[in-house]
C-alpha cells in the first residue's frame, strides 16, 4: 500500500479523507481496509483505556511507533517485546532518525521458545500495575499453542483490571492469504500464516469460546467484514483479566 502512504499520512494529521483511506462502516470493511481499519479499533480501545493503567507492553512489537507518539505524553512505563534482531534494527533506525527511545524497555524474547512473561518480569515488568497489552497483527504468525501459551502468561501475570488487545483472524483469511501474492512476501521474510478461528457462523460465539477457554471475558471487539456472506475476517478484541 505504498501508494496510499501521503493520503494515510494526510489522514492521520488532518483527520480528514481524501481518496483514500475509505472509512467504511463497522462490518463492511473489505480486506484492502485491514490495515487502516484495524488500526482505527486499536486506537479506539487503546484511548478508553490507557488512562486506567500504569504500564503499556506491546507484544511482538516490530516497527510500531504507539510508544513514541502521544501516549509517550502519558505515565506509563513501556515496555517492546520483540525478537533481538528486529529490536536491533529498530533501535539502530530510531538512533538515525533522531527519535528517543530511553522511556522504552526493549526485551527479546522468542515467543515460541521462551517465557515472554517471565522475560517481561526480569526487565522489570511490575505484576502489581494494570496493564495495556498491545498484540497487533502477530497471532496470525504463531500456532494455536503459542497463541494460548501466551494468554495464558499474561492472564496468570497480569494484575486484575489489565487488558490484551489483540486481532485474531478468520481460517478463510489465512487460506486466502497464502495462496495469493501475499505468499511471496511471507515466503520472502520467512514467516508462514498458521492460527485463525472458524467465523464463517457464528463468529461471536466462536470468538468468546476460544477467549473465554483462557479465563479472559470478552470486553468490547470489532469484527471487519461481519456484513459479508462469509462472515469477518478478522476481529480486533480486548480481553480482560479479571
Given at each position: 500500500?505504498?501508494?496510499?502512504?501521503?493520503?494515510?499520512?494526510?489522514?492521520?494529521?488532518?483527520?480528514?479523507?481524501?481518496?483514500?483511506?475509505?472509512?467504511?462502516?463497522?462490518?463492511?470493511?473489505?480486506?484492502?481496509?485491514?490495515?487502516?481499519?484495524?488500526?482505527?479499533?486499536?486506537?479506539?480501545?487503546?484511548?478508553?483505556?490507557?488512562?486506567?493503567?500504569?504500564?503499556?507492553?506491546?507484544?511482538?512489537?516490530?516497527?510500531?511507533?504507539?510508544?513514541?507518539?502521544?501516549?509517550?505524553?502519558?505515565?506509563?512505563?513501556?515496555?517492546?517485546?520483540?525478537?533481538?534482531?528486529?529490536?536491533?534494527?529498530?533501535?539502530?533506525?530510531?538512533?538515525?532518525?533522531?527519535?528517543?527511545?530511553?522511556?522504552?524497555?526493549?526485551?527479546?524474547?522468542?515467543?515460541?521458545?521462551?517465557?515472554?512473561?517471565?522475560?517481561?518480569?526480569?526487565?522489570?515488568?511490575?505484576?502489581?500495575?494494570?496493564?495495556?497489552?498491545?498484540?497487533?497483527?502477530?497471532?496470525?504468525?504463531?500456532?494455536?499453542?503459542?497463541?494460548?501459551?501466551?494468554?495464558?502468561?499474561?492472564?496468570?501475570?497480569?494484575?486484575?483490571?489489565?487488558?490484551?488487545?489483540?486481532?485474531?483472524?478468520?481460517?478463510?483469511?489465512?487460506?486466502?492469504?497464502?495462496?495469493?501474492?501475499?505468499?511471496?512476501?511471507?515466503?520472502?521474510?520467512?514467516?508462514?500464516?498458521?492460527?485463525?478461528?472458524?467465523?464463517?457462523?457464528?463468529?461471536?460465539?466462536?470468538?468468546?469460546?476460544?477467549?473465554?477457554s483462557e479465563s479472559m471475558?470478552?470486553?468490547?471487539c470489532f469484527?471487519?467484514?461481519?456484513?459479508?456472506?462469509?462472515?469477518?475476517?478478522?476481529?480486533?478484541?480486548?480481553?480482560?483479566?479479571?
Open positions: 500500500m505504498a501508494y496510499s502512504l501521503p493520503l494515510w499520512v494526510k489522514y492521520k494529521i488532518s483527520g480528514g479523507v481524501a481518496l483514500y483511506p475509505r472509512v467504511p462502516a463497522l462490518g463492511a470493511e473489505a480486506i484492502v481496509d485491514l490495515i487502516v481499519e484495524r488500526t482505527l479499533y486499536f486506537d479506539r480501545v487503546i484511548e478508553r483505556v490507557v488512562e486506567q493503567v500504569d504500564q503499556l507492553v506491546v507484544m511482538g512489537a516490530g516497527y510500531d511507533m504507539g510508544a513514541y507518539g502521544k501516549l509517550q505524553g502519558k505515565n506509563l512505563s513501556f515496555f517492546e517485546l520483540d525478537q533481538p534482531s528486529v529490536q536491533t534494527h529498530k533501535l539502530a533506525t530510531l538512533e538515525s532518525s533522531g527519535i528517543a527511545s530511553e522511556h522504552v524497555t526493549f526485551v527479546s524474547v522468542d515467543f515460541t521458545n521462551e517465557n515472554a512473561m517471565g522475560r517481561l518480569i526480569e526487565s522489570g515488568f511490575d505484576t502489581s500495575k494494570k496493564t495495556l497489552f498491545l498484540w497487533e497483527g502477530v497471532t496470525l504468525y504463531l500456532s494455536e499453542a503459542d497463541v494460548r501459551k501466551t494468554m495464558r502468561g499474561i492472564c496468570n501475570t497480569a494484575t486484575a483490571g489489565s487488558v490484551l488487545l489483540a486481532d485474531i483472524y478468520a481460517q478463510r483469511f489465512i487460506e486466502i492469504a497464502g495462496k495469493t501474492s501475499a505468499k511471496k512476501t511471507l515466503d520472502a521474510t520467512d514467516e508462514g500464516l498458521d492460527f485463525g478461528l472458524n467465523f464463517s457462523t457464528k463468529h461471536e460465539e466462536s470468538l468468546s469460546v476460544f477467549v473465554e471475558p470478552v470486553g468490547e469484527f471487519l467484514g461481519e456484513k459479508s456472506d462469509k462472515g469477518p475476517f478478522v476481529v480486533v478484541v480486548e480481553a480482560i483479566i479479571d
